[in-house]
């Protein structure tokens, strides 16, 4: 490759979420490249950000009874 450093590769991306991935009809990367559906990623993304709130609110939770036994 042309050392794509940067970003998200196609390729692995697929493997975890092939629906945001459009795969090209022919082998050459040069014309015909792997491209990612940036749009395609936002439910995941919003999923993710809701799933860490619950886990936030969790854990507030754990600590507010914690810091009140100690009181």
């Avoid at 390729?11 to 491209?35: G, M, R, S």
Wanted: hydrophobic share 35%.
């Amino acid at each position: 490759g042309k050392g794509y450093d940067k970003g998200f590769i196609a390729q692995d991306l697929h493997k975890i979420y092939p629906e945001a991935v459009q795969v090209p009809l022919t082998d050459n990367a040069e014309k015909d490249p792997w491209t990612i559906s940036p749009t395609k990623l936002i439910p995941l993304l919003v999923k993710s950000i809701q799933d860490q709130q619950e886990i936030i609110k969790k854990l507030e939770n754990r600590i507010n009874n914690l810091e009140n036994k100690i009181k």
